[in-house]
């Protein structure tokens, strides 16, 4: 009769050691669960026109991290502010296996001389800036297969509206994001400045820029994969 208390205990203690394990095993799971990046899925095929009359494709990215924006050259919002915080991430990576590609919807305006002189003005100077133009059709459609907002062209309204957000490709031609504070992909990264630190509050002259830090802290992350 007196092994049964004996043994009672020790079960105890296998049980709990096998808890604490489980919980060990959980913590570093979701330690690394935030830490990587999710895939979003295969970059978009895309052939385009560069500021020197270069044709660039999806396949020519292929072994450079890179991200994609969508702006145009006249823009007096948003593109300047998208613009800067590109130069910024540019100057901060400055890693020849890194690249940029600033898609125009304006290419009627946007031609190779022009967005080689909008290059110029923004101080652009990596090789893998590539500022695309083609045909407005074609781009619009290609931002659909982003899923990154450009206005239909047929409404004049609308035609030269488009979102702020910036995708991140990864070596193999994947979209990536990190996840946010539940643990859900932001899919997307924001190319804006903001009033506050969380940036919640867009704002033109906002001297807050979230984003753009989670953009070269990850980018660094997939140069070193």
């Not at 500021?51 to 702006?71: A, C, H, P, T, W």
């Not at 990864?170 to 946010?180: A, H, I, M, Q, Y």
Request: net charge neutral.
């Amino acid at each position: 009769m007196s092994k049964l208390p004996s043994r009672t205990k020790k079960d105890s203690l296998i049980a709990a050691a096998v808890l604490i394990l489980i919980f060990l095993f959980i913590g570093v799971g979701m330690g690394y669960f935030k830490k990587s990046l999710f895939t979003v899925m295969k970059v978009p095929e895309f052939r385009l026109t560069d500021q020197n009359g270069q044709k660039i494709s999806n396949r020519d990215m292929l072994g450079k991290v890179y991200l994609v924006e969508f702006f145009y050259s006249r823009c007096p919002t948003i593109c300047p502010v998208m613009n800067a915080n590109m130069k910024y991430i540019e100057e901060a990576i400055d890693d020849p296996n890194f690249a940029i590609i600033s898609i125009s919807i304006d290419p009627a305006n946007d031609t190779p001389e022009v967005l080689k002189n909008h290059a110029k003005m923004l101080g652009a100077k990596s090789p893998n800036w590539h500022f695309l133009t083609g045909d407005r059709d074609y781009i619009g459609q290609l931002a659909d297969r982003f899923d990154i907002y450009v206005g239909d062209k047929e409404d004049e309204a609308e035609s030269l509206n488009h979102s702020g957000m910036i995708a991140l490709v990864d070596k193999e031609g994947n979209l990536r994001s990190r996840f946010d504070e539940n643990n859900s992909p932001i899919l997307y990264y924001s190319g804006l400045n903001y009033e506050d630190r969380a940036g919640k509050k867009p704002s033109l002259r906002g001297k807050y820029h979230p984003d753009r830090e989670k953009l070269i802290e990850d980018i660094r992350k997939l140069l070193k994969q």
